[in-house]
């Protein structure tokens, strides 16, 4: 009987710039892939007109056309928003970089959560004002002003909302609205992001092998459980940043994330906190799958030059 030999191991990350470029080119592809569902998600969490997730749907397309889905993100370019996922993927790195007894070492699951929760902590300065402008411009109802003359659309576009909210509240009450409700999202989503993820990863891999030379078919698997995870961490602090960063004047107080949770559930029960939740889970499964099966295989190539 002929012994199979293992493969052989995979190179260590470099974790430096190549996560920066390969953080860009994931983000670009989870824009793509999950942003219509995104929209629908936001429009569901801030505004009680729809029936559900599919009449969100057709009243957005029937209304304001196909690319109404792609509100909030696709106006902005698309390298700033993969910078987010840039700077995501490189201080997860770093982190584990720290987390790490030894180098090369395979992380314990709540090593890896670790790491990903801070991740997410850092991750918040940037992805919060993203966040608000994206949100901003999901919740406005109207085609463009640019193809459907005076609509009564606030903004033009995410540069035309920072300025408005700049002028008008200030960089901490405009731009960087809902920025501890982003935090207190991000803290346990990615958590749940990076830990489901390895741990898919690890099922998935044959014995005698690597999880970093999975195949691109099984890293979309494992991304899928990890997008799938980070929604079950993180979705009620979702509806509340949601609801925080599209009202029209910032929250007060400090404590704002906890009230406004608990003004959401006396209004609406413990539904209107999972509000949006079918399409979010629907969009992580190919949104996640791609965005690590794009960073995982732009980091092997990256890894040879």
Aim: proline letters at 7%; one cysteine or more.
């Amino acid at each position: 009987m002929t012994e199979i030999s293992p493969a052989p191991p995979v190179p260590p990350k470099k974790g430096g710039w190549e996560d920066f470029v390969a953080g860009n080119f994931a983000g670009m592809a989870q824009v793509f892939i999950g942003q219509p569902l995104d929209t629908i998600k936001v429009r569901l969490q801030v505004e009680p007109r729809f029936k559900g997730p599919m009449d969100c749907l057709i009243q957005t397309v029937k209304n304001e056309g196909f690319f109404a889905l792609y509100k909030g993100r696709m106006a902005s370019p698309l390298v700033g928003i993969g910078a987010v996922n840039a700077l995501l993927f490189a201080a997860y790195s770093r982190l584990k970089a720290i987390l790490a007894t030894f180098p090369n070492e395979q992380l314990a699951l709540y090593k890896i959560a670790i790491a990903g929760a801070g991740a997410g902590a850092i991750n918040s300065v940037l992805s919060s004002p993203v966040e608000l402008l994206k949100i901003k411009m999901q919740a406005q109802y109207g085609r463009s002003k640019a193809t459907a003359g005076n609509s009564g659309l606030i903004y033009k576009g995410p540069i035309d909302c920072s300025k408005h909210l700049i002028r008008e509240f200030g960089i901490r009450n405009g731009l960087y609205r809902g920025f501890w409700a982003t935090i207190a999202r991000e803290i346990p989503a990615y958590a749940g992001f990076y830990s489901g993820f390895e741990f898919a990863k690890r099922k998935l891999t044959l014995e005698g092998n690597s999880p970093d030379s999975l195949p691109p078919s099984k890293l979309m698997l494992a991304g899928s459980f990890g997008g799938f995870s980070y929604w079950l961490c993180c979705y009620p602090f979702d509806v509340v940043k949601s609801k925080v960063q599209n009202q029209k004047n910032p929250p007060k107080g400090i404590f704002y994330v906890f009230t406004t949770m608990s003004s959401i559930y006396k209004n609406g029960g413990a539904a209107a906190l999972t509000r949006g939740i079918t399409p979010t889970i629907l969009r992580s499964l190919p949104a996640a799958g791609s965005t690590f099966t794009i960073y995982e295989l732009t980091m092997r190539m990256l890894e040879k030059i």
